[in-house]
């Protein structure tokens, strides 16, 4: 199948992906009156008395808005918000079928932060959570970092944060596979962007302490030039050998590769350089940073991807609706590092030890128990860390 082809064809048919529904009916006088005026006044002034009761009296606490300023959609850079509603529609729609969550698209006409920060704070008591979406760094960090400063409601980046969650899932049962420690296994990463960097950030409060990050310059390290803000902090606390170089020379001896940058920058003869029984997580979509089957032929021991048709998917859609679903029947105030640790290792428990193997160390995306597992993973460590209303 051509699926950009079909793709486009199938939404002309739709004409959306979602849609609102009402959850009460409105056939008759009486039924208007109570979902309406006069009744509906009396919820509004409880309302008014008690703040909290805007959960239980609308459907706040389950709904969330999926927002974005178009800067960073998928592989295809900065399109504008409008060409951005795909995405997000699609986001919306799966929300609701893997986490019951309720979610609106949002696409926000600006690139400045200030604007972008005060829209979505001016907005947000009409939402239980907020989610980031396709938005580009360096901006997305300050972006993410002042809202969850302002909102009392849970404020997640996807792309950074979704990723992280799924990658360190994956790695921690490819390591129990390949019978390494996590303290000890060194590892890089390709790509500093906002998914490299959350990444890295997930992966040492996990325990990794061997890291290091490379952009299109080469390996981040302390005093190089041509490095934004997030870059430097991220040099500051990785790469403690403060060796530079290039993505060649950062991947000698390394335990495990991690990629979130572009097709087709791995060769053979660096995968060869690794350390025995190699990781490799090569995520770039649509086209990997090396292909699987080469990978292997040159010696790696396991190897995933963002795709569906090669074997252990790392893919986004195991993480978001659970860990939105965990904070929304908590009602959290935000969504910490305590939440994230939870979701990576209970999705990387329902890979039992006997289940494991090199081409299995991640339940498929669809399997059903993803969801509430996660969901209630989060939802405990929520109340665990004090985030949690109820």
């Known amino acids: 199948m051509n699926y950009a082809e079909e793709s486009l064809r199938l939404h002309g048919e739709w004409e959306g992906k979602i849609e609102v529904i009402p959850r009460v009916p409105v056939r008759n006088k009486e039924e208007l009156s109570l979902a309406y005026t006069p009744g509906v ?57 893997f986490g019951d969550v309720d979610a609106f698209p ?7 932060v200030d604007e972008i920060v005060r829209t979505i704070y ?25 809202l969850k400063e302002l909102c009392d409601i849970p404020v997640f980046h996807d792309d950074q944060h979704g990723t992280a969650v799924v990658v360190a899932a994956a790695l921690i049962n490819a390591l129990k596979v390949v019978k390494k420690d996590i303290g000890e ?19 040492m409060n996990l325990g990794v302490r061997h ?63 690794m350390a025995a029984d190699a990781i490799l997580f090569p995520m770039a979509n649509p086209v990997p940073e090396i292909e699987p089957d080469e990978a292997l032929a040159a010696g790696a021991a396991i190897v995933g991807t963002g795709r569906s048709d090669h074997p252990n998917q790392i893919n986004n859609v195991m993480c978001f609706p659970g860990l939105f679903r965990g904070a929304l029947d908590v009602r959290a ?8 640790q939870a979701a990576s290792r209970a999705l990387a428990a329902l890979v039992t030890d006997d289940e494991l193997r090199t081409d299995y160390i991640l339940p498929y995306a669809f399997d059903k128990r993803i969801g509430p597992a996660v969901a209630e993973a989060v939802a405990k460590a929520a ?8």
Do not use: W
Not at 59 to 86: F, K, Q, W, Y
Not at 333 to 340: F, G, H, S, Y
Not at 383 to 390: E, F, Y
């Open 333 to 340: 105030r935000d969504i910490n590092e305590e939440m994230k």
């Open 383 to 390: 109340r665990d860390s004090g985030v949690a209303r109820i």
């Open 106 to 112: 949002l696409c926000i006409r600006s690139k400045d």
């Open 41 to 97: 006044a009396q919820p509004c002034l409880e309302i008014q008395k008690d703040y909290d009761k805007s959960f239980t009296l609308t459907r706040r606490h389950n709904l969330v808005a999926v927002i974005t300023d178009g800067t960073a959609v998928l592989g295809l850079g900065d399109i504008g918000p409008e060409a951005g509603m795909p995405v997000m529609e699609g986001k919306c729609a799966l929300f609701k079928t």
């Open 122 to 146: 001016l907005i947000s008591g009409s939402f239980g959570g907020i989610n980031l979406e396709d938005i580009a760094a360096p901006r997305c960090f300050e972006i993410e970092r002042r």
């Open 185 to 203: 296994i060194k590892t890089v990463i390709n790509g500093a962007g906002s998914a490299g960097i959350a990444i890295a950030r997930h992966l």
């Open 211 to 273: 890291m290091k990050l490379v952009d299109s310059v080469g390996i981040l390290c302390e005093g190089r030039e041509r490095m934004n803000p997030a870059k430097t902090e991220m040099a500051r606390i990785t790469n403690p050998e403060k060796v530079s170089g290039s993505l060649a020379d950062a991947m000698k001896g390394t335990d495990v590769f991690i990629g979130v940058s572009a097709p087709y920058v791995v060769s053979q003869d660096m995968v060869r350089s």
